[in-house]
């Protein structure tokens, strides 16, 4: 059986019934979390509860659940998880399993939104004009390199929690000086909000899948409403893009079109959230994993999927009686 | 037959689905929405799109999508709406339609948060301390009334959207001066973070229903996690406050309990995005309303359900194709 790991499962209930869809009679879809009542542990084929990411033992949980579950792949669903598997992946290769995420020196990039522009800035990738911290910010506003208003995530954030447009310099001085963590300043921006969805192959190391879709509505947390598109000038930049990258298995990557010019703004390697929309479309990257499980290359299938779907995402329910629980809920 | 019609249905695809799940064989559940991508509109037995309520057109359509779907009873789930609907109460009880909101006087408040605050001043209701404005809260603070931090949310907010809680002077001046619409400002109280959904019946305009749940998770837009509780002394405190207001139908009660009190925080004359758990422990609004729509009064039958059940929201998808709209998704 070619049983899957996913780690940190969080709310991605769908996702799972995904894999369970496209991996049945084929191999186990077998999850983790840290906090007994993630509802996608509950419709797992197997389920297990392991230590927070930043505690000790949870590579040491991830090792016996991967012995114990005769686990043949693994990939995570949270950011910073990423880099903590990443930095395990020799001892997880070394059990024969294959590790769906970057390596660890991609995984650190993709983390750090300043890292990140400072290498796409060398690489000649566009981005968006991003300052380090206020200071850095001051220096290029004074030089008219940069105006008001800007935006502001934090360093190392996820689904765009804590993002804001600031409009004034007092603003964004009282909001960086009683900030918990450290913030980037960028440069804003209009244009079309583009998602792609991207698998590279963890054989070859190309690039076999690419779906497209334009936002039609953000929420905090994610693409809670988009359209799938096609675009084969963006479907080549990002076969040159990915090849800046160790990327391995799932990969989302975020633009802003503005006229004929793609600017790359951030890089999630995992499946995003929206995800969802891909799958729902034909485009089965837990088929192309399954192929890899088993030795096989992925042929290209890059833009094998229809347009003009529409894709709507809304909150469900799943109900758990609290004596049902492997642990306490307030643990 | 008899059908209901839910205004501006959003992204409500599970409550949508569990009133076809009571209404089978009863009743078609007809729905509207503005936007031609409400993934609600979808899982409807028919649905309408409708002008936005702030248009003069929104009640004419209203009565005609009554009289082409022959409705028998009508909801809203948007805080807004409700307002706008409480005002044509008259001509839709005229076509003998069963309106399941409050009266316009009711609304009115409920959708104001400083107003509210006053009246359950007035009443003798235990609160939470309320300032109209800067000023109305510096008062206070100089006569050392209140201190920092404090919870702020805009006057007429929902789901939370806007809330915050803020540390300092500086801090709140900033906000507020920067602010696109009036806010209200708050005493910060930790307590135990209680939810009520409410069916005052249409008829006999008795507390007929009451669930509890604590929270466990709350994010933008809502709470995302709850545990079901019994608690016989807020069954009998909301039945008592219930009888200050002009329900009708479904509402939603926040409180937060602080030892033996319990601070009555907010309150959404309408279907919470959280009473899928109510209705996933088999405490079925639906059902009530078919009673009532038949003209039968609903016995009381509070408290009758299993404690300790725990709801878990999580993201689903819906996929349309742009071919299948009524209206483009853009307009």
Chains 1, 2 share one sequence.
């Not at 040159?240 to 990258?245: K, L, R, S, Y």
């Not at 094998?304 to 529409?310: A, R, S």
């Amino acid at each position: 059986m070619q049983n899957i790991l996913l780690t940190n499962a969080g709310k991605r209930v769908a996702l799972v019934r995904d894999f369970k869809q496209s991996f049945k009679g084929q191999g186990k879809i077998v999850v983790t979390d840290n906090w007994s009542v993630a509802p996608a542990l509950f419709v797992a084929d197997e389920y297990y509860l392991t230590a927070r990411i930043d505690e000790k033992n949870y590579i040491k949980d991830i090792l016996e659940i991967c012995e114990q579950a005769e686990i043949k792949a693994i990939t995570s669903l949270m950011d910073p998880d990423i880099s903590v598997l990443a930095g395990a992946r020799e001892v997880l290769t070394n059990k024969g399993i294959l590790c769906l995420f970057p390596s660890e020196h991609t995984a650190g990039r993709c983390l750090d939104k300043y890292k990140m522009f400072q290498f796409l800035k060398e690489s000649r990738i566009p981005t968006i004009a991003t300052f380090f911290d206020y200071a850095d910010f001051m220096a290029a506003y004074q030089k008219g390199e940069i105006d008001f208003p800007v935006f502001i995530k934090p360093k190392s954030g996820s689904g765009s929690v804590g993002a804001q447009k600031v409009y004034t310099d007092a603003e964004l001085q009282l909001i960086l000086k009683n900030a918990a963590q450290p913030y980037i300043i960028q440069e804003f921006i209009e244009g079309m909000d583009i998602d792609a969805d991207v698998y590279v192959d963890a054989i070859s190391h190309q690039v076999v899948s690419i779906f497209l879709k334009e936002k039609i509505e953000r929420m905090i947390g994610g693409t809670s409403k988009a359209i799938s598109i096609k675009d084969t000038v963006l479907f080549e930049k990002i076969k040159q893009i990915c090849g800046h990258f160790e990327f391995c298995g799932p990969v989302d990557l975020e633009f802003l079109q503005v006229g004929s010019e793609y600017y790359l703004y951030d890089i999630n390697p995992r499946f995003s959230g929206a995800y969802l929309h891909a799958y729902a479309c034909g485009v089965d990257f837990p088929k192309l994993i399954l192929n890899n499980i088993r030795g096989k290359v992925n042929p290209s299938q890059v833009g094998e999927y229809e347009t003009g779907q529409i894709m709507m995402l809304y909150p469900d329910v799943a109900l758990v009686s609290k004596h049902d629980l492997k642990r306490d809920y307030r643990d």
